[in-house]
């Protein structure tokens, strides 16, 4: 082994051969230095080896990553540490330190993904009323926004609905969601407005019209001249 501690050697390669920033730089030492604290916790026999980095185990690497957890850091910032890791260890392989990184197999967690914040009632409102106007558009604008209101569906599931699975006198609408799975979804009554049920009356006019060549209710509604497209991407703007 090397008379210097690996850390400080892989550091020294950062500035002069990889010329790294130095925030860079200062992130690592700090990613590195945090390491081996954990590791004298861990293993308080390895407090006096310059080389204690190079002598853990993926054991060890895991153990550091649970306490990183339980910290409660980010999953932003444990992503950052471990690629620190990841280039260190290669560092140590590449130089003849040790034969195997102790960071293979070791995964970046999963990042949470925050819960979106529901909408007031003024809020809601506005949303429905954002499609101005009283053109084919703006009416069909409106009775997606309060389909998606009445029913909770996902928006690609409301682009997806067919003809058939309109059923204005139950009040409901079948729906097909992720897996290929269908369910039956109720419209609250209270929710729902003219100018939906306008647009869904037309909707099974549409279907009845085989000369349109399509059963989705948006095609529909498009070959009735009620235009644009339909997506899920799409359908974000319209509000």
């Avoid at 892989?10 to 690592?28: D, G, Q």
């Avoid at 308080?44 to 054991?59: F, G, H, Q, S, Y």
């Avoid at 209101?149 to 058939?164: F, H, K, N, W």
């Amino acid at each position: 082994m090397n008379d210097h501690p690996p850390e400080r050697r892989y550091l020294e390669r950062l500035r002069v051969v990889e010329r790294v920033s130095p925030h860079t730089l200062r992130a690592t030492d700090a990613d590195l230095r945090d390491l081996a604290a954990f590791v004298v916790e861990l293993r308080p026999e390895l407090e006096d080896r310059p080389e204690a980095l190079a002598l853990i185990d993926r054991r060890a690497l895991r153990a550091y990553l649970a306490a990183l957890m339980e910290r409660s850091q980010s999953p932003r910032t444990i992503a950052r540490k471990l690629a620190t890791l990841r280039g260190f260890y290669r560092f140590l392989v590449g130089d003849g330190t040790i034969s195997v990184s102790p960071m293979d197999g070791i995964a970046n967690p999963k990042a949470g993904r925050p819960l979106p914040e529901p909408l007031d009632l003024p809020a809601t409102l506005e949303l429905l009323d954002a499609p101005a106007g009283d053109d084919a558009l703006a009416r069909r604008d409106r009775a997606f926004l309060e389909l998606l209101y009445a029913s909770g569906l996902r928006v690609s599931e409301a682009c997806g609905l067919e003809l058939d699975d309109l059923d204005l006198d139950g009040r409901s609408v079948r729906v097909t969601g992720k897996g290929r799975k269908t369910r039956l979804v109720p419209i609250h009554g209270l929710t729902l407005r003219a100018s939906f049920y306008s647009l869904a009356r037309l909707y099974h006019a549409a279907a009845v019209v085989i000369v349109y060549g399509t059963r989705h209710i948006i095609d529909a509604l498009n070959a009735q001249g009620f235009g644009g497209e339909c997506n899920g991407r799409k359908s974000g703007t319209l509000a």
